[in-house]
């Protein structure tokens, strides 16, 4: 392949542990950048509006958010397993076809989506219990945010591809960028013009599209050899369906995940407005330790795609023993920061001390914060399954998920309230992790990557 543009990262020779921290490092700050756009509205809907506010940003519009864009980072992320695999084999051909298709299917997708968002938010708040006083400003949000959620879908896309071929700084830079304007506008709306959550969502919503331009215009000057030409525009059967089964299954897999979520939300919101505030909180502390695991997971899955590509197997089992040896690092680091910052996070978050909230998104803190390490497993394994082409086990253990979730939203929450609902997802995270590690060393046994 020849390259013209800038000098992007082949990982398929060199030292395994420098570029997995190469990769982890910005994909982490990246998450980190982007899961501060909710947690920055929740910060500043919850101390400048109000707990109920807070509820409508953080609870069930939250989770209906996470369920519709977690499709398509799936989508976005099986996209960027192939462009890997075809990079890591240097051919440049199908390289080019599989952006095409990818960069078509994000802008269809989320025309899509945007539509049925708007239309259909009403009908899924209902059946989410959301109580009558927040529907108004929960839909209101969600409407806001389905309006932009293309711009959401271009970003993960662009930034998708150049992580594929090596490039994961630059993403970043963009991000941070238009997160911290997506903070001043979010303290303008609030606190200067009294827009309330209609500010919050048009905040996020402009300063995702500004991400969005950023990375592709950056695609297009420095690296022209990753922009398909007309050429390319032509339909080739075999690549969309390898794009769409990698992709659906990844989506597929998101999706279902975040259907769990959805479903444990709706028995939440039977509680009271104190305890989705409560889960609102705590949620966003384990979403930021979630970060750390799930871009172990990411940077893994690029390199494990590359590797396949060029059939180096070897690497892709060291790399598989230093991802898990990161992720066991990082879980022993949260649940010291959760011992000694919990109380002080919540607080922040929730923008009060109501005993009730404290006490309840503490607890579910201390039940999440001791099975993180087998969430760093079960994340890690998930993508490198994917990024072999084995789409259908990951499947498997995301719908164990699901209906561990099911079964806490119709047994545990009725029967221990939100004791329930805050032991069902790590339980689910230690059941699914035993699964995966079952099947993966008979897999690199049958592949030849394990012995």
């Known amino acids: 392949m020849k390259q013209t543009?800038?000098?992007?990262?082949?990982?398929?020779?060199?030292?395994?542990?420098?570029?997995?921290?190469?990769?982890?490092?910005?994909?982490?700050?990246?998450?980190?950048?982007?899961?501060?756009?909710?947690?920055?509205?929740?910060?500043?809907?919850?101390?400048?509006?109000?707990?109920?506010?807070?509820?409508?940003?953080?609870?069930?519009?939250?989770?209906?958010?996470?369920?519709?864009?977690?499709?398509?980072?799936?989508?976005?992320?099986?996209?960027?397993?192939?462009?890997?695999?075809?990079?890591?084999?240097?051919?440049?051909?199908?390289?080019?076809?599989?952006?095409?298709?990818?960069?078509?299917?994000?802008?269809?997708?989320?025309?899509?989506?945007?539509?049925?968002?708007?239309?259909?938010?009403?009908?899924?708040?209902?059946?989410?219990?959301?109580?009558?006083?927040?529907?108004?400003?929960?839909?209101?949000?969600?409407?806001?945010?389905?309006?932009?959620?293309?711009?959401?879908?271009?970003?993960?896309?662009?930034?998708?591809?150049?992580?594929?071929?090596?490039?994961s700084k630059n993403p970043l830079y963009f991000l941070i960028f238009s997160c911290s304007l997506n903070l001043l506008l979010d303290l303008l709306a609030v606190t200067v013009f009294s827009f309330g959550v209609a500010g919050i969502a048009g905040a996020t919503v402009l300063a995702q599209l500004i991400s969005s331009v950023l990375c592709f215009l950056y695609l297009y000057r420095n690296f022209r050899f990753l922009i398909p030409s007309r050429r390319h525009f032509s339909y080739n059967k075999k690549l969309v369906s390898e794009l769409v089964t990698t992709g659906f299954s990844m989506g597929l897999m998101n999706s279902i995940f975040s259907i769990g979520s959805v479903i444990l939300q709706g028995s939440i919101n039977t509680l009271g407005t104190s305890i989705i505030a409560a889960h609102t909180a705590a949620r966003r502390i384990v979403m930021i330790g979630n970060m750390p695991l799930a871009s172990i997971a990411s940077a893994n899955a690029t390199f494990v795609s590359q590797n396949f590509g060029a059939g180096r197997m070897d690497r892709i089992r060291d790399g598989i023993r230093k991802s898990s040896i990161l992720c066991l690092i990082w879980s022993a680091m949260f649940l010291v920061m959760i011992l000694t910052l919990a109380e002080p996070l919540v607080k922040a978050l929730a923008g009060t001390d109501d005993p009730v909230i404290m006490s309840n998104a503490l607890m579910n803190l201390h039940i999440n914060m001791i099975f993180f390490f087998p969430l760093g497993v079960l994340l890690t394994l998930r993508m490198t399954l994917q990024g072999i082409n084995y789409k259908t086990i990951p499947l498997i253990s995301s719908s164990m998920e699901l209906v561990i979730k099911i079964l806490a939203s119709f047994v545990f929450v009725p029967l221990w309230g939100y004791a329930g609902a805050s032991v069902a997802e790590p339980f689910s995270w230690l059941l699914c992790m035993l699964f995966l590690l079952f099947s993966y060393i008979r897999i690199m046994k049958k592949e030849k990557i394990y012995s």
């Open 5 to 167: 543009e800038k000098t992007v990262n082949q990982i398929t020779e060199g030292i395994i542990w420098k570029q997995l921290l190469y990769f982890f490092f910005p994909i982490l700050l990246g998450t980190f950048f982007q899961q501060l756009y909710n947690t920055a509205d929740a910060m500043v809907v919850g101390r400048f509006v109000g707990k109920e506010a807070l509820a409508c940003v953080g609870g069930s519009s939250s989770q209906i958010i996470n369920l519709i864009v977690g499709f398509f980072v799936g989508l976005s992320s099986g996209a960027t397993v192939i462009i890997a695999q075809y990079y890591g084999a240097r051919d440049e051909r199908n390289l080019q076809d599989t952006l095409h298709t990818a960069i078509a299917f994000s802008i269809v997708g989320s025309f899509v989506i945007s539509i049925l968002g708007i239309v259909l938010s009403p009908i899924i708040l209902r059946l989410m219990n959301t109580p009558e006083y927040l529907m108004a400003d929960s839909l209101l949000y969600l409407r806001f945010y389905f309006g932009g959620i293309i711009f959401i879908f271009i970003y993960n896309i662009g930034s998708g591809i150049l992580r594929a071929v090596g490039d």
